[in-house]
T-cell receptor
Framework: DARVTQTPRHKVTEMGQEVTMRCQPI?????VFWYRQTMMQGLELLAY????????DSGMPKDRFSAEMPDATLATLKIQPSEPRDSAVYFC?????????????FGPGTRLTVT | QKEVEQDPGPLSVPEGAIVSLNCTYS??????FMWYRQYSRKGPELLMY??SSGNKEDGRFTAQVDKSSKYISLFIRDSQPSDSATYLC????????????WGLGTSLAVNP
């Protein structure tokens, strides 16, 4: 049963601490997306990788957020230092994008609370 | 104006009702239209997609696109309590970057 996995599922941390979220995309998928979801803003794209190369991170606050794909089975999103306004659900999604394929498969999300 | 607009609801209907969920979009170049369903505390999952204009049916679900009005709809027939979820429309950017532009999502509750 192929699915995207994310760890941790929940994270509570204090302001100023570093937070690292991990994602394992579906095996064989060539694109990985990081999203943040809040009630007010909905789903916001933070970063996007294709074949492990970063294509777009324009939605990400550069001073505190960073995203990497050290290998094809792992994507990471790091926040340093974390702030209360970072509290949200962070989703990773993967897809196999060819000529006409836009489908994205989402993980269960990491619910982050920064106090 | 946002590129994709969706009424967040919430929408509450009795079991068995026909539900209509809608999005409007601004870019006439958009060609591909998707509906995702998100259960509480879960990630979104693809429900249906359509290309260009017309209807597409899958069981109790029908996706409809009206490109002249820049309006997309998702109809649910004989709604069930298990349909209670948030429904998000998503439209691929009219470029090569494959990013999806998302509606805010409409929260639906189907009451037994």
């Amino acid at each position: 049963d192929a699915r995207v996995t994310q760890t941790p599922r929940h994270k509570v941390t204090e302001m100023g601490q570093e937070v690292t979220m991990r994602c394992q995309p579906i095996l064989g998928h060539n694109t990985v997306f990081w999203y943040r979801q809040t009630m007010m803003q909905g789903l916001e794209l933070l970063a996007y990788f294709r074949n492990r190369a970063p294509l777009d991170d324009s939605g990400m606050p550069k001073d505190r957020f960073s995203a990497e794909m050290p290998d094809a089975t792992l994507a990471t999103l790091k926040i340093q230092p974390s702030e209360p306004r970072d509290s949200a659900v962070y989703f990773c999604a993967s897809g196999l994008q060819g000529v006409v394929s836009y489908e994205q498969y989402f993980g269960p999300g990491t619910r982050l609370t920064v106090t | 104006q946002k590129e994709v607009e969706q009424d967040p609801g919430p929408l509450s209907v009795p079991e068995g009702a026909i539900v209509s969920l809608n999005c409007t979009y601004s870019n006439s170049a958009f060609q591909y239209f998707m509906w995702y369903r998100q259960y509480s505390r879960k990630g979104p999952e693809l429900l249906m997609y359509t290309y260009s204009s017309g209807n597409k049916e899958d069981g109790r679900f029908t996706a409809q696109v009206d490109k002249s009005s820049k309006y997309i709809s998702l109809f649910i027939r004989d709604s069930q309590p298990s349909d209670s979820a948030t429904y998000l429309c998503a439209i691929p950017n009219a470029g090569n970057n494959r990013k999806l532009i998302w509606g805010l999502g409409t929260s639906l509750a189907v009451n037994p």
